[in-house]
């Protein structure tokens, strides 16, 4: 109502309107708040915590290492998820499809001969190709992405089966092509670099181009935005073909990794995909989001090696993710509600923005 | 005072003055009063919603409510049906038992029945389903559900009225006269003959006119078997033709009541419009005898439906509509000229709402009929969408703004930037600062407080979410904007805001169609207001003929009565 009285018939930008709303925090304040990154006060507590409780083995910087080494993998994972489930799509086949690729390399190299190059090369565009299915099925064949991810994975693990229903493991894995995974800078070895660099992308991605914002309006908002004009289909099919590339590559370092190619090894990598996504979702402003997925998982990370190293029973680790889950959206919530009540507060005072609280 | 039509508008002031209440007489004619209420009030904070409403409901009769939004009809129902309890004083009687007002349970025990405009049915499942959570499922051994019998049964009940769809079939499939069928037999079934009262709450706003025949058939039937029935409704056509009586409500108080026979469809539109002694067109041209239904006063307007050729050394309109059918329409023939502001009226169900959305790309199903946009038809290449409207300059402010148009986790400022953002690329990425820019540059240009700019969307005004919303439309330099309900829930202030800037733009050239509910909108900032009626243009208004009396008869089909 306030606003009636801009006489102006060209666009001018007041710069003294601009500004935030008046009696909020200061900008950066925000940015700094428990709900906003409590990820990253929850690690600082939980390191704390664990080197209380295991004071000799603990905290360490081989600790760290592993940490960080191990959450690469898991961390590639939970990003892939991270561009379709912001435009509400849910590729539940990530697992399997890194499954399959890591059968895939293993099956090319050892059982087939392959050089390393090809072998890679083919592996990858395997990848692209079980993106491609899963946006055939879910973008053409109009199937809903979470059953429809679902039937393509359990065909992926059928694939994978059918390469080998045993493990596949050879000096071919060992040597050069092992290297990839465990060359290591500082022993913080390749695929963790390779994690935050894809993250890097992904925050450029989803912060920067049109694209990443249309991901996100697909996900708020679907029939709005196909009247914006933004074409939904394509995508959604954009979307499941990262997914699907991403696994892949999560598939070749995970071999490279392991020295070996072992069926069902990806299905387990799922929930804790989806966990990491969910709450990384909670950090920094209420979106799926890149650095809070990579956070999340060195978080969970954290916690799992520090209840093994503190000599915590193994179900204490599984329990420890749900519970992270369920506080941090739970955290979430309240946040909301909280902000929620500090605007109508700010509305109903009688020096407030007009006066009147908005209908 | 204009000199009023001698016929229609003579009686109304007697008919205003009329006794409130029915004459004894017509009691013992209609057999027995089905539903009698004294002095029925409702105060909401600062409201006064109703004001000692009464009415009478004869057994085996058809009672219509009629009035415009915010009359007080809702509220009535809303008060019968035990949702809202009135305020203290309020008397009511079925069939001669005092009824309890404002308690639900008590309504339905004593056979009040509503079927709300939704249907309240569930499209994925059976009729056989659908009937069952009403009136309990036939059961078998160990209270199994006996899915034969069941079937049966709902057939049964169905054919009593002389539908038959096949009970097992999901109720998405059949088409809305057989759904709310099912919503109406389900609600009534198991009464004794001249007891219950049901309420059909807008049965028809969402019917295409086609298709209303049958349902009403069904109402008929219902009626005749002695229940009588409250129709609500804002199709003054519709309660012509299937009423008995009527009570018309304005601003919460009964304004009229009487047998139908006593009124006419005029007189009607002038109680609820409240537009008594406003007949300016009858003075321009005297008496109802205009042959044509296209009441056309100023020259300039462009072709007409009945002569398609575009008028010589004319421009090419910003868009031209022929025989344009789609689910609601019914080949409407239309241009909006460059720099012209053209309303669209009509009842819900004309085909008002249907048209924008055509226009834009965005509705595309069973459409056939030419759209040209500056000249360039819609529908060549590969067929319309809203990528091939958006291309040739079309942008649309969607009907529902909540879930159409707003994205509520989004900024106010990435709202409005969403539709330009690829004009906001520079070597490949948006700069925030950038798009913050655009953001306050539009939302000023819209008048609204460009410090709204960071806050989430969801925590501004709906007027001020509109102006957002009209921002995005207006940022891509359309050459036609299409609107519908441009207005809905926004407050006075904002609306002459979006008024005076769509009356700007228009002044720079740009070619507007608004489709509204609110006569009001299409009157303040209108050149020109097309009313449609059962998918066809009923009416084409300008200058001193675009008067709400004129557009509201055509709206209603008061011309046709007139012959």
């Known amino acids: 109502m306030s606003s009636i009285d801009v006489p102006q018939t060209q666009p001018v930008a007041d710069p003294s309107q601009a500004g935030r709303p008046r009696g909020s925090r200061p900008k950066w304040l925000h940015h700094l708040s428990f709900t906003n990154m409590s990820v990253i006060y929850a690690e600082i507590a939980l390191i704390i915590i664990f080197s209380l409780w295991a004071p000799h083995t603990f905290p360490s910087w081989t600790t760290a290492k592993s940490v960080l080494n191990g959450s690469a993998i898991a961390g590639l994972i939970a990003l892939s998820l991270v561009v379709p489930l912001s435009g509400r799509i849910f590729d539940l086949s990530v697992g399997e499809a890194m499954g399959l690729a890591n059968m895939l390399i293993a099956w090319l190299l050892v059982d087939k001969g392959w050089g390393i190059v090809p072998a890679i090369v083919v592996t990858l565009l395997a990848g692209v190709g079980m993106g491609l299915f899963n946006a055939l099925v879910v973008v053409k064949a109009r199937i809903d992405s979470f059953i429809g991810t679902l039937a393509t994975g359990a065909l992926f693990a059928t694939l994978a089966t059918v390469l080998g229903d045993q493990s596949i493991s050879g000096p071919q894995l060992n040597g050069s092509f092992a290297d990839i995974a465990t060359t290591s800078l500082g022993g913080i070895e390749v695929p963790f670099f390779l994690t935050l660099l894809v993250a890097v992308a992904l925050w450029y991605f989803q912060k920067y181009t049109v694209s990443g914002r249309r991901i996100f309006a697909l996900g708020f908002n679907e029939r709005g935005s196909e009247l914006v004009g933004i074409r939904t289909r394509r995508l959604k099919f954009a979307a499941l073909l990262v997914s699907g590339t991403v696994a892949g590559i999560a598939g070749i370092l995970l071999t490279s990794s392991v020295s070996s190619g072992t069926p069902g090894i990806g299905s387990p990598y799922l929930l804790n995909a989806y966990a990491a996504a969910f709450l990384g979702a909670t950090q920094f402003g209420g979106r799926f989001n890149a650095w809070g997925t990579v956070l999340s998982v060195i978080l969970l990370g954290t916690g799992t090696a520090g209840l093994y190293l503190a000599g915590g029973a193994a179900w204490t680790q599984s329990m420890f993710t749900g519970v992270v889950l369920l506080l941090a959206l739970g955290a979430s919530n309240l946040e909301r509600a909280v902000q929620a009540r500090s605007w109508i507060r700010a509305k109903a005072r009688p020096n407030g923005s007009a006066g009147t609280p908005a209908a | ?563």
């Open chain 2, 1 to 563: 005072m204009a000199e009023s039509r001698t016929g229609a508008a003579g009686n109304v002031r007697s008919a205003a003055e009329a006794p409130s209440v029915h004459a004894p007489g017509a009691d013992v004619l209609a057999g027995v009063i089905a539903l009698r209420l004294r002095g029925v009030s409702k105060t909401f904070p600062g409201v006064r919603a109703l004001t000692a409403v009464d009415m009478d409901v004869a057994a085996g009769s058809v009672h219509a409510l009629v009035g415009h939004n915010g009359s007080g009809k809702s509220t009535l129902i809303k008060c019968l049906a035990g949702v809202q309890a009135p305020d203290p004083g309020a008397q009511a009687w079925l069939v001669g038992e005092p009824l309890t007002l404002g308690d639900r349970h008590d309504a339905e025990r004593n056979g009040l029945r509503f079927v709300h405009q939704d249907l309240g049915i569930i499209p994925e499942l059976s009729a056989m389903d659908n009937v069952g959570f009403v009136l309990g499922f036939q059961r078998g051994a160990l209270g199994r559900i006996s899915w034969g019998r069941q079937a049966d049964r709902t057939g049964e009940l169905l054919a009593q009225f002389g539908f038959t769809l096949d009970p097992r079939r999901p109720l998405g499939e059949a088409s809305p006269p057989e759904r709310a069928a099912v919503a109406i037999v389900r609600a009534i079934a198991g009464w004794q003959a001249g007891r219950g009262v049901l309420v059909l709450d807008e049965p028809t706003a969402a019917l295409p006119a086609h298709e209303v025949d049958r349902l009403f058939q069904l109402v008929r039937e219902v009626s005749a078997s002695g229940t009588a029935v409250i129709l609500v409704s804002h199709r003054l056509d519709e309660v012509m033709a299937i009423a008995d009586s009527v009570t018309v409500l304005r601003d919460g108080a009964k304004v009229w009541d009487g047998p139908l026979a006593a009124t006419t469809l005029q007189r009607l539109v002038d109680l609820i419009a409240d537009t008594e002694g406003q007949h300016p067109s009858a003075q321009a041209q005297p008496g109802p005898a205009a042959p044509d239904p296209v009441t056309r006063a100023d020259p300039v307007t462009t072709a007409t439906p009945a002569d398609p050729a575009t008028p010589v050394g004319e421009a090419i309109p910003a868009l031209e509509v022929r025989d344009l059918y789609g689910r609601y329409l019914r080949g409407i023939s239309l241009t909006v000229g460059r720099g012209e502001l053209v309303g669209v009226a009509g009842l819900l169900g004309s085909g008002r709402e249907e048209l924008p959305y055509i226009v834009a790309g965005a509705s595309t199903e069973g459409v056939t009929g030419t759209v040209a946009i500056g000249g360039v038809p819609l529908g060549g290449g590969p067929g319309p969408s809203i990528g091939r409207a958006q291309a040739l300059g079309v942008a649309l402010v969607p009907a529902d703004r909540a879930a159409e148009a707003i994205f509520a986790d989004f900024t106010t400022t990435e709202n409005v930037s969403l539709a330009a953002l690829p004009m906001l690329r520079k070597r490949g990425f948006v700069g925030p600062a950038r798009e913050r820019r655009f953001g306050r540059t539009w939302l000023s240009a819209v008048h609204a407080d460009p410090g709204y700019g960071p806050r989430p969307i969801s925590t501004l005004s709906g007027g001020n979410q509109q102006k957002a919303v009209l921002a995005r439309s207006l940022s891509v330099a359309p050459r036609l904007l299409v609107l519908s309900e441009p207005t809905a829930g926004v407050d006075v202030g904002a609306r002459a805001v979006l008024y005076d800037e769509l009356r700007r733009r228009v002044a720079e050239g740009l070619a507007v169609l608004m489709a509204s509910s609110d006569l009001e909108d299409l009157l303040a900032c209108c050149d020109r207001v097309i009313a449609v009626r059962d998918g066809v243009v009923a009416g084409e208004f300008t200058g001193a003929r675009m008067t709400k009396s004129a557009i509201a008869y055509a709206m209603e089909g008061a011309h046709h009565e007139q012959h």
